[in-house]
């Protein structure tokens, strides 16, 4: 008998926040970077299976499944963008790793933190295959929940040191000054996109709201840099001019998702776009020259999250920073789920009904 | 602010056994066959997304999704033959409900136990639409996790109060008998299928193997018998010969499913067969007379977990039969999540890294 059958370890959001802070932010953020690019390379063990999505009125709720034969992984999460109104996330995530061999779950984790960190760690380590060298500077345009883990993303992996904030928002970008300070970078909170994006190597748009549908215009963009795009993210919602991405090598997670959800919604079904495995695998090529603007076109994809949920669950143990939740049944006798219930009459206090 | 937005009330396998065990069985299958109807009297409101099914050499891994514009829900369940041989359920599963207006969830609940409270309550409910008048003698052939849950959902909704059992293997009718003593059943142990159907004007045929794929041939069907067909399930999986559904009105949860999971899966794909939504909204005919074999092809459904999920939720309140998880990140200021990481490691005894 396999002891403990019915428990799954649940990752709160308490316990990922003390899990973040005692590994350190950036050593999770590079550790994690790590366990994506790993995935990345093996990108044709993966089962992709399109994300399922429930559309309303006001936002929607998707379950991003994927598989890579051994290990079975999904995603719930939200989009509601009018949430932040009543005080709540737009975005709130969970997610789930089973075994495929025997159906059952092996992790139960919050992921809304999680989700943010393995976003930043995606956007670093494509930039590290498309940025240009010793790129020190990054703009970061729209300084909401995500900009503080793009920061540290791009330190942790490429050495990024310098960075140029700008929202709409001023507060946003004092908030941002003030959670990343002490943490070595040179900062310049800055009044508009066209001040921000001066000398910036790598530019970063992740702004949150639809209707600043054109972020970064043509002109604001120069030879060699390397444009992270992250808020454009579902359909309708974009961030660049069309113009930026026709001068652009475009680099993308997962083709047909990305068609849909991402800048490239704005161009020909047919426009040519490379996955950003086949550059890690060396099956395409990356940045040509110093000269071209690259540009990761980054929507989020399942095997993002199923890297993520591998490692929180390689680097748990021993920690205590999980709860065992008893969420499966457990008979002694698989077929006498009955009698089970009829036993914890007889041991509880309770009468059986 | 809204109190608490980070908490998920949790419903673990003790806490569903012992909220079974308060309300009393026989009662929680007639109130949740109650919200079964009621949900399927609505069909037409439902979001009927397809069930997204992760195949692999040992088994399924499957995400159920549907919502009714306000409530979503989604079952998690994995179906794995071979887990038997070492201690594990063939099915095991859970569930959550989630407020569409926003995206939270509201409930997350064990639905190993849920499941099978739930497909039982569903056959119920169909054969209370179908079954002939004053029926009261069932046989049960599979005599494993399912029978005692199928053997009170019919005492409950329809007054049966004689079971005829029979099982390949013995010792799981003796459990069965021994699970259903004192709970007002007159049960005969059968040696045969031949045997259990004697006399019975209801069976169920409830068996887990893919191998035994006839566990009812035609001449043992007469007329006026009402068949609750549980077992086939998946396709390849079917318990009954093609030529009773040939005499039979076929009844179904959800066509497109029932084509491929059900047992008419042995029929052609224009086969006439009927939604059982349509019966309870006297849209379609049920039982046209005392003669006809009524068959309902079970093979589960969405909708039947969402409203097993909404009716537990309904009866939770005030009983403290669940844990609140901390699931959802609550930062004060949504935008902050990279600030409240920060406060947690001040608030707490860890450093921030």
Partial sequence: MIPNLNLVPFVSVDHMMKLVLRIGVERFLSELAAYVE???????SFDKTPRVASHSADGVIELMPTSDGRIYGFKYVNGHPKNTREGRQTVTAFGVLSDVANGYPVLMSEMTILTALRTAATSAVAAKHLAPRDASCMAIIGNGAQAEFQALAFKALLGVDRLRLYDIDPA???????????RGFEIAACRSTEEAVEGADIITT??????????????????????????????GKTELHRD??????????Y??????????????????????????????????DARRITLFDSVGFATEDFSALRY??????????????????????????????????????????
């Avoid at 946003?172 to 002490?182: E, G, I, M, P, Y």
């Avoid at 972020?215 to 808020?231: F, P, S, Y």
């Avoid at 930026?244 to 997670?253: G, K, M, N, P, Y």
């Avoid at 068609?259 to 090529?285: C, F, K, N, S, Y």
Wanted: charge should be negative; charged fraction near 25%; hydrophobic fraction near 40%.
């Fill in 312 to 353: 929180v669950r390689d680097v748990l143990a021993g920690t205590g920073l999980y709860q065992d939740l008893d969420m499966l049944a457990d008979p002694d006798e698989p077929r006498d789920l009955f009698g089970m219930i009829l036993r914890a009459g007889r041991e509880g206090s309770v009468s059986p009904g």
């Fill in 38 to 44: 790993e995935d990345f390379r093996r990108w044709e």
């Fill in 255 to 288: 083709t047909p998702q990305t068609r849909i959800e991402g800048e490239i919604q704005q161009l020909a079904a047919d426009h040519p776009v490379t996955e950003l495995w086949q550059v890690m695998t060396g099956a395409a090529p990356g940045r040509a």
């Fill in 172 to 182: 946003a970008t004092q908030k941002c000054v003030r959670n990343l300070q002490d």
């Fill in 206 to 235: 992740v702004t949150a709201d639809k209707q600043y549908a054109t972020i970064l215009t043509d002109n604001m963009v120069g030879a060699g840099i390397h444009i992270n795009a992250v808020g454009g993210d579902c359909p």
């Fill in 244 to 253: 930026i991405l026709l001068r652009s090598d475009i680099f993308v997670e």
